[in-house]
T-cell receptor, first 112, second 112 residues
Framework: QKEVEQNSGPLSVPEGAIASLNCTYSDRGSQSFFWYRQYSGKSPELIMSIYSNGDKEDGRFTAQLNKASQYVSLLIRDSQPSDSATYLCAVKDSNSGYALNFGKGTSLLVTP | GAGVSQSPRYKVAKRGQDVALRCDPISGHVSLFWYQQALGQGPEFLTYFQNEAQLDKSGLPSDRFFAERPEGSVSTLKIQRTQQEDSAVYLC??????????FGPGTRLTVL
């Protein structure tokens, strides 16, 4: 079983601060990594994908990937209460090339 | 439609009943996936279709689970003789080949 580890949280940050979410994975051969946001009772919503080492920025979100350390992170700048949700890290399985292995998610709470 | 749709959104079954869950993927997406999400967990891969071909059913928990996509569009996940441990949210996702997966709203199955 390919492991994807995330702190379950909750991670609490004040409005306007930077939220930092972390994920480690065991599948050394994986080339594709995704962050999904899941509001309570809703389905996962794709917010970022990253395939190369380094940083990828999209609006207030920055994904960071370090394949050597098998580590991927998501930074949320200027956090808003509407960012309060569970953030799921997903790693594409290198054996199949299509299945996603998910972590359990980190619960983020942005307080006004 | 604009996104992945699933029906029913909620299903309550008595133990031993058969259920059928429907997924309508994004138009043009050849890849279709089913995932199972238990409370407080990340989604877990069940099965994968490319067009009408079921290429991977390694994640199906038992032979009571069956999935089909006969015309390469709509898919149905069928669970026979439901058990309490089948209670979960069943998520369908679709993608263009090799790209990120987009999830539907899910079907919440409760087995009494």
């Amino acid at each position: 079983q390919k492991e994807v580890e995330q702190n379950s949280g909750p991670l609490s940050v004040p409005e306007g601060a930077i939220a930092s979410l972390n994920c480690t994975y065991s599948d050394r051969g994986s080339q594709s990594f995704f962050w999904y946001r899941q509001y309570s009772g809703k389905s996962p919503e794709l917010i970022m994908s990253i395939y190369s080492n380094g940083d990828k920025e999209d609006g207030r979100f920055t994904a960071q990937l370090n394949k050597a350390s098998q580590y991927v992170s998501l930074l949320i700048r200027d956090s808003q209460p509407s960012d309060s949700a569970t953030y799921l890290c997903a790693v594409k399985d290198s054996n199949s090339g299509y299945a996603l292995n998910f972590g359990k998610g980190t619960s983020l709470l942005v307080t006004p | 439609g604009a996104g992945v749709s699933q029906s029913p959104r909620y299903k309550v079954a008595k133990r031993g009943q058969d259920v059928a869950l429907r997924c309508d993927p994004i138009s043009g997406h050849v890849s279709l996936f089913w995932y199972q999400q238990a409370l407080g967990q990340g989604p877990e891969f069940l099965t994968y279709f490319q067009n009408e071909a079921q290429l991977d059913k390694s994640g199906l928990p038992s032979d009571r689970f069956f999935a089909e996509r006969p015309e390469g569009s709509v898919s149905t996940l069928k669970i026979q003789r439901t058990q309490q441990e089948d209670s979960a949210v069943y998520l369908c996702a679709s993608s263009l080949e090799g790209v990120a997966q987009f999830f539907g709203p899910g079907t919440r199955l409760t087995v009494l």
